[in-house]
């Protein structure tokens, strides 16, 4: 269900964010789907391989989407029991991400390309950073509820009380800067810019073409997707019904979509050099949390 | 007939030595596999009936009497090193080929003779219990390996090398003596099972420490890791393979075995050993990071997997000072679960890297590139090896770290708020290990195997032959099904933990399997929608048109394969991060002002071990007193007998003031 939502989401996500981008900047901007329909063409196009690249660089754009459909597998939904769900699932999400990077990166890497290389070894280094930001987050989330697998977390985060207030606003606020981060957006990576030497993501995909690149943007959308789909965990009401989930599932995503346009049409991209601090400041913003559920659970004064 | 047994492969190894060159091998072969028959069928039947009394094997006779004790713990790591020196062996073929012109057969007959007796000597120090005769086996082993290290001797950094690390080696051993001697001089007795009473009347943590230091040479924890990184690349692959894939798990064992009779002081020592552990783990990958040499490379890699296995014993003897069976069960597992696995990817990694070495003579990242194109196959198993040390699924390294994942975030809510903080900074650690593996495996890979070649290659480059390859399929199939059917493996596991730490037996795995099915299926199903993509993808572009072309060089038609990023480009941004820690020397001469038109230059880069450094820096104030000490030493018997004559003196005068 998790996944099925994601998908959806995936489909109007990136469209929200261009549109609102335009609106923002005073012009009328395409339709929602325009990404898709770009998408649409690349599949439809024929392609041009690099003559350096080996069969790493035809397998990886498979592998980055299969892995994240696969995580979309463990994303729950409230009220209802996810695909897989068991203790511990969280740390299988993060390597499974972690694995459609790592074959991203060297894909990246099979071209033999210095510009590519650059954009592997700064997604390398920000993801690595971005990483425990991540597991604090559930460890302490862990620590609050008493349970380790997601949807348990979230089930029992949502009656844990009224001083879940605050855990929930810095999880969200973290949750959404590691998507930014993960996704390549705006604070560390602009995914407008048009100067390779300044570019994450965009770097990465140079030589990809056609079907692939399709692929490639399935999976980045579908990312998106995923991430909306955990934030919106800690905002459902449990107690709703159905359909009035989905509907608020819906509401929270285009919000998010909103958020991320509206916040990357003011606000410019840092230095590449200072990424990694900002980065390592969302650890410590976990790491706060965790001593807040510390000091909550009592455990500071026994 | 017992001591028959034992002694058999002990005389026909000597045969090595005498044989004919072209039997040699087979011979060795075959003494291997019958050694390993003997070992492993007893190890097997310990290992599935773990709580059934120690299988013993006492051989002997008018001398005395030696006891060979194969328990389930035993049993494990004799399973785990039968397999990898057997890998080691068969990829030890084709890997010395090259060798038969240059070495004399004396030096190849030496070094198979070696070779059996490195696991000779490993089998038997995971058999004895007696403290002098393992005290033997373990000096058996070091000597063996450094006969094995001191392979291409002609070489001078080599024989250095193998000197440290023979006199490393040794302090360990003085540091074992002292721990087995005090004991003895408590229980009367020299033994691990004398420990027990030891441990029952005095503190525990001390002689733990002593026998952890001990150990921890072997294992090459941090600060005791100098020898490692030198003598992994110094030896050849095979060696490489097996000793960093099963002879420092020794130390693990060592440690392991110890723990077992420890009875309190679980919270200080799983403390210790924690953080220990995951600095050794930090430290450990973040200096590999830096490496330009490929086998060195892989040797810090050891080091960070050593602190991975660590943090899972850590955990577990926390969690018999909690008594938490839950995170004794989840650490210990995953500690132990890790020996195996590491015992698989390690060799793989050093073979197919000693298969590059093979072919292009050079282990130095920055002159590879562009490998994947001539050894597909040897590509495609290290890439294999580097996911799985990586620990991403579906592979086996996944499991090992998920089961101490879960350990840590339990033992978040297990101890008091110390505890969790400390359980909160390892986990911190090991999210952080596990990116910075990712950082320098894509780095590797990318720059090794990937691009294009760098430097024109000497001679001819082909996919390395089948006898090299055959060890490695076999190791590839193994981390594959870990990966995907993981309770099979673990529950032998948890019981050795069972029978060993005594937790409740059976109470952990009800609601552990379940998670490791759902693992399994989610790793099949990856692998099955992976396929069903590429099989679309293959099949629409086969009716599209699918050219080739260069790489898209930013308008720039004129790149050569210099101008393509370096590893040491590549670790750059990183290494300006962890600049506090690692200490990088730049080799170069600085442009002067009234060079209006400068000549070549040249610029190296070496990154420095700040532990090295540090040993270094002792080694050198010991030189300083020992020289000065040295003065003593004139040459003239009056003064020696004058020093005779103070000694005596300065004794009587102590005894009368009655200091002695």
């Keep these: 269900m998790g996944l099925l939502l994601a998908i959806i989401t995936a489909l109007f996500f990136p469209g929200v964010i261009l549109r609102m981008k335009s609106i923002a900047s005073g012009r009328k901007g395409p339709g929602i789907l325009q990404p898709w329909k770009n998408i649409w063409v690349l599949l439809r196009k024929s392609s041009v391989i690099s003559t350096t690249t080996s069969y790493i660089f035809r397998l990886a754009p498979s592998f980055y989407l299969s892995t994240i459909l696969c995580a979309g597998l463990l994303l729950p939904f409230p009220g209802m029991s996810p695909v897989f769900s068991f203790e511990g699932d969280f740390v299988l999400f993060a390597y499974l991400l972690a694995l459609g990077k790592f074959l991203f990166i060297v894909g990246a890497l099979d071209t033999g390309s210095s510009f590519e290389g650059m954009g592997a070894n700064r997604e390398a280094l920000y993801s690595m950073l971005a990483e425990p930001a991540f597991f604090i987050l559930f460890g302490t989330l862990a620590l609050l509820t008493g349970h380790t697998s997601m949807a348990e977390i979230f089930d029992s985060f949502r009656f844990a009380g009224n001083h879940t207030f605050i855990i929930g606003f810095i999880s969200v606020y973290l949750l959404i800067q590691i998507a930014m981060i993960e996704n390549s957006r705006m604070p560390v990576d602009d995914p407008k810019t048009h100067l390779e030497l300044t570019m994450v993501h965009e770097v990465m995909i140079l030589d990809h073409s056609g079907f692939d690149l399709a692929l490639i ?11 909306g789909g955990l934030i919106a965990n800690f905002l459902l009401p449990v107690n709703w019904t159905f359909p009035a989930h989905v509907t608020f599932y819906f509401f929270i995503q285009i919000l998010f979509a909103l958020l991320i346009g509206f916040m990357e049409s003011f606000r410019a991209r840092k230095k590449l050099a200072k990424n990694p601090q900002f980065i390592v400041t969302l650890s410590s913003i976990a790491l706060i949390a965790f001593i807040l559920v510390l000091l909550i659970t009592f455990k500071m004064i026994g | 007939m017992e001591s028959f047994i034992i002694l058999a492969p002990v005389i026909l190894s000597f045969f090595i030595l005498i044989l004919p060159s072209g039997i040699r091998y087979y011979y060795s072969l075959a003494l291997t596999v019958c050694i390993i028959g003997l070992t492993a069928i007893p190890a097997f039947n310990a290992l599935i009936h773990p709580l059934n009394a120690p299988w013993n094997f006492v051989a002997g006779g008018s001398f005395g009497v030696i006891t060979f004790t194969l328990d389930s713990l035993s049993a494990f790591f004799v399973l785990i090193t039968n397999f990898a020196v057997f890998a080691g062996m068969l990829y030890s073929q084709g890997y010395l080929n090259p060798y038969r012109l240059s070495k004399s057969p004396a030096q190849l007959a030496l070094h198979n003779f070696s070779f059996v007796w490195l696991q000779l000597s490993m089998l038997a120090v995971l058999m004895l219990r007696d403290g002098l005769a393992f005290l033997i086996a373990w000096e058996l082993m070091a000597v063996s390996s450094f006969m094995l290290v001191l392979f291409e001797a002609e070489k001078r950094s080599t024989l250095k090398t193998a000197v440290n690390y023979l006199i490393q080696m040794h302090v360990g051993l003085v540091l074992l003596v002292i721990a087995f001697l005090l004991c003895e001089a408590d229980t009367g007795q020299m033994n691990f099972d004398a420990l ?65 009779y420890v009875q309190s002081d679980f919270i200080i020592i799983g403390l210790a050993l924690l953080i220990i552990s995951s600095i050794t783990g930090l430290l450990g990958v973040m200096m590999a990071i830096v490496q330009h040499d490929l086998k060195k490379l892989l040797a810090y890699h050891s080091i960070e997997n050593i602190g991975i296995i660590g943090i899972g014993i850590g955990l577990g003897t926390m969690g018999l000072g909690l008594n938490n069976p839950i995170l004794v069960s989840l650490g210990f597992a995953g500690g132990l679960l890790h020996v195996f696995n590491h015992s698989l990817f390690k060799p793989l990694l050093f073979f197919s890297a000693g298969s590059v070495y093979k072919a292009y003579h050079t282990r130095n990242i920055e002159q590879l590139g562009g490998v994947i194109h001539k050894m597909p196959q040897t590509a495609g198993l290290f890439l294999l090896g580097a996911l799985a040390i990586c620990g991403l699924p579906p592979l086996n390294g996944f499991i090992s770290e998920f089961l101490i994942y879960i350990g840590l975030i339990k033992g978040l809510s297990a101890g008091n708020a110390y505890q969790s903080l400390t359980f909160l900074m390892v986990l911190i650690s090991l999210t952080l290990i596990g990116g910075l593996a990712i950082f320098c495996f894509t780095k590797v890979f990318g720059i090794v195997f990937l691009g294009t070649n760098r430097t024109i290659p000497k001679s001819e480059i082909s996919e390395a032959e089948k006898g090299m390859l055959i060890p490695q399929y076999l190791i590839a199939i193994l981390i594959v099904l870990i990966g995907l059917v993981p309770i099979i493996f673990i529950n032998p596991i948890l019981g050795v933990i069972n029978a060993q730490f005594h937790t409740l037996p059976g109470a952990f795995p009800v609601s552990l399997s379940p998670v490791f099915t759902q693992i399994g299926t989610l790793g099949v199903i990856l692998i099955l929608v992976t396929g069903t993509i590429l099989l679309v993808r293959n099949e629409i572009l086969k009716k599209r048109r699918v050219e080739k072309g260069p790489t898209w060089g930013c308008g720039y038609t004129a790149s050569t394969p210099r101008q393509q990023y370096t590893g040491t480009s590549y670790t750059t941004n990183f290494g300006e991060l962890a600049q506090p820690v690692l200490r990088q020397e730049e080799e170069f001469q600085p442009i002067q002002e009234e060079e209006i038109f400068p000549g070549m230059r040249f610029y190296a880069i070496h990154p420095t071990d700040i532990f090295r450094l540090a040993i270094n820096r002792i080694i050198d104030i010991c030189m300083l007193v020992l020289k000065k000490i040295a003065r003593l030493q004139t040459g003239n018997i009056q003064h020696y007998i004058l020093y005779a004559f103070v000694f005596i003196l300065i004794i009587f005068v102590l005894l009368y003031l009655k200091v002695l």
């Design chain 1, 217 to 227: 943007h399935i999976g980045t959308a579908l990312k998106f997707g995923l991430y």
């Design chain 2, 196 to 260: 027990q009473v030891y441990f029952s009347r005095h503190p525990n943590s001390p002689l733990f420490f002593l026998f952890f230091a001990g150990f921890a040479i072997k294992a090459g924890f941090i600060p005791f890791h100098t020898w490692l990184p030198d003598a992994h690349p110094a030896a050849p692959s095979h060696v490489s393979g097996v000793m960093s894939g099963v002879m420092i798990k020794m130390g693990i064992y060592g440690i392991v075995r110890v723990l077992t």
